[in-house]
């Protein structure tokens, strides 16, 4: 497979470095700190068409391609990778259950509120008791006696986008009895009474992305809320998640480059025993390992991006280009802070924060654990 980028995707991830090396990078350590980006990025996102990269142009979308949406995750991830996990969120995983799932109405309605940043989009699977297996899923989902709504009780945690997210998709039980085919997704619009932001997650890393509790408490919806069929929830959302792990893959890869280029730098302006550390052997070892398997990680990311741009299932492939790049970018932020010495364990060269904030890759979107669960089933399965 040829993956030399179109002139379109070099376009658009130009326009993406730019953006994130004026906008973002100045900002980096400032928000990282207060644990919070400005509104004001959410709306120059949108303006970039970075809110629906994937929605078709009818319901005000970008309509580009995968290979396009992972160069802006790469991208931005390269500078601030809390700023790729929200965009990615709102993108894959919110807007995304919506394309895929939703009616005719419910996409005309909600699509283009979240493209255009109106609304940013929140995603809520895991609970307290339910993580990895989403069988533990406490949140109920009932009809009204006048069967007219849908009444819903529980509480989402690590929501990324929660505090601020216009609308929310929430996994709910409909069928107690069914296990995973007992779950249902439902469309929740922030202010309706009962959907109440909880705690907010004091991190590890990606701590400018949003990360709360959301509790539902007698929240009622209108009927039509219920997005997909009745008890496929958990079939969509699985679907869902073969993209949302593309684009953990891609963060990982940005993340993964970020530090591979710090690195560079570093090794060529830091001077020990009168020479940069750069022209040492050791030095150079761990630029030749990371720079390999930053390469190796991006064909896994682009051969993955243009199956999903071509219709296929890729289950597999997604798992494992977000498995290799998110430990591939472990080593590379593990690395970098050492080529840094002291100063990689300080703030102020920024690899500090790629060694904190990469760890969320391993375990956003599914764990590496169950990424090789899934891909082990794949490979048995399809033998
Ligand atoms: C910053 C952040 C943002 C997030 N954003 C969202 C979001 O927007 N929406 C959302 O729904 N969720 C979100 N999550 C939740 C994330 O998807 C979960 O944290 C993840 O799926 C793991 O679940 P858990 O934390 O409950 O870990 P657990 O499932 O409790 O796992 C704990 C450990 O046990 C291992 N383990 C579990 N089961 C197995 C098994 N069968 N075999 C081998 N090992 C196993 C895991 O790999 C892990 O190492 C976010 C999490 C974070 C940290």
């Keep these: 497979m040829n993956f030399t980028p179109t002139e379109e995707q070099q376009l658009v991830a130009d326009m993406v ?6 906008k973002i990078r100045p900002n980096i350590r400032e928000w990282d700190e207060a644990q919070a980006f400005p509104d004001e990025i959410w709306r120059e996102l949108a303006e970039l068409g970075l809110l629906g990269v994937v929605i078709p142009e009818k319901y005000s979308g970008a309509g580009l391609g995968y290979l396009e949406y992972v160069a802006v995750i790469e991208e931005l991830s390269r500078v601030d990778p809390s700023v790729a996990l929200s965009v990615a969120a709102h993108n894959s995983l919110c807007a995304g259950h919506i394309f895929i799932a939703g009616n005719e109405e419910q996409k005309t309605l909600y699509l283009p509120k979240l493209a255009t940043g109106d609304w940013i989009g929140a995603w809520g699977l895991t609970e307290p008791e339910a993580g990895s297996d989403a069988a533990g899923t406490r949140t109920t989902a009932r009809l009204s006696s006048d069967e007219r709504e849908w009444v819903l009780n529980g509480a989402k945690t690590f929501i990324t986008n929660g505090s601020y997210a216009g609308v929310a998709v929430i996994l709910a039980v409909t069928d107690a009895s069914a296990g ?14 009962g959907f109440i932001v909880g705690r907010k997650e004091d991190k590890l890393g990606c701590r400018a992305s949003n990360t709360v509790e959301l509790i539902l408490e007698d ?21 869902v998640l073969d993209s949302g792990r593309i684009s953990i893959a891609a963060m ?3 993340l993964a480059q970020g530090c591979l280029d710090a690195s560079v ?16 052997e050791a030095i150079q070892a761990k630029l030749v390992t990371m720079s390999s398997e930053v390469q190796a990680a991006r064909q896994l990311v682009l051969h993955v991006s243009s199956l999903k ?17 998110s ?8 690395q970098a802070v050492q080529i840094h010495g ?21 375990i956003g979107e599914g764990t590496s654990e169950m990424q090789r669960l899934v891909i082990s089933r794949e490979l048995t399965r399809r033998g």
């Design 252 to 254: 990982a890869l940005g």
């Design 309 to 325: 741009n071509a219709g296929e299932y890729v289950k597999r492939q997604a798992s494992e280009a977000k498995l290799y790049s």
């Design 265 to 280: 730098a570093y090794a060529g302006e830091r001077h020990q025993f009168g020479r940069p550390i750069g022209s040492f």
């Design 180 to 193: 995973n085919h007992g779950i249902s997704a439902f469309i929740v619009e922030a202010g309706t009474d």
């Design 327 to 334: 430990e591939v970018a472990v080593r590379c932020a593990e």
């Design 17 to 22: 470095r730019g953006f994130a090396e004026e």
């Design 342 to 362: 002291g100063y990689g364990f300080v703030k102020d060269y920024g690899v500090e924060k790629f060694y904190r904030d990469v760890k969320l890759c391993t």
């Design 219 to 239: 929240c009622v919806i209108p009927r039509e809320n219920l997005l997909g069929e009745l008890n496929h929830g958990f079939v969509d959302a699985l679907r």
